[in-house]
């Protein structure tokens, strides 16, 4: 049980930012298996982001944009959804992590796709030298 608790403590202060002193001080009072399974929470890991509408794509009908970003850590992150390189109003869903301990975040927004208008998701993240912009394709 206390392992467990160690683990959430941990998983709470690495939200916090605070996670460098937690694992400093976890580590010191954990059995050596269980201090390799928290090491994974010091990986580095980029994010990776698909961008899709809910529906299929019909000029002039409304949709929802959604941007997708997984696989990521730390949790600090920014995501924006862009249209003609604009930032759009947008809803993002709560921080979630995986069995791995990489998170992932949904956000979303209503927009109604035209013939003209580019739209696309901006990923900002400590593991990326620039911000990652990746293009709605309406055909996928």
């Known amino acids: 049980m206390a392992p467990l608790v160690a ?4 998983g ?10 937690a694992q400093d001080f976890l580590f ?8 390799d399974e928290l090491s994974l929470l010091s990986v ?10 809910r529906h299929p794509a019909e000029n002039g009908k409304p949709n929802y944009l959604n941007c997708y970003v997984s696989g990521f850590h730390p949790p ?3 995501i924006d959804l862009l249209k003609n390189g604009e930032k759009m109003n947008a809803e993002q869903s709560d921080l979630s992590f995986s069995k791995d301990w990489s998170f ?12 003209v208008d580019q739209y696309s998701c901006r990923v ?10 990746v293009k709605w394709d309406r055909d996928h």
Do not use: M, R, W
């Not at 939200?15 to 460098?20: F, I, R």
């Open 7 to 10: 683990l959430v403590l941990l």
């Open 12 to 21: 709470l202060l690495s939200l916090s930012g605070l996670d460098a002193v």
């Open 28 to 35: 010191g009072s954990l059995p050596g298996s269980f201090c």
């Open 44 to 53: 580095l890991s980029p994010p990776k982001v698909q961008v899709y509408s």
């Open 76 to 78: 600090q992150i920014e």
């Open 104 to 115: 992932y975040l949904l956000v979303h927004t209503e927009f109604t796709p035209n013939a």
């Open 124 to 133: 900002k993240h400590v593991t990326l030298d620039k911000p990652k912009i």
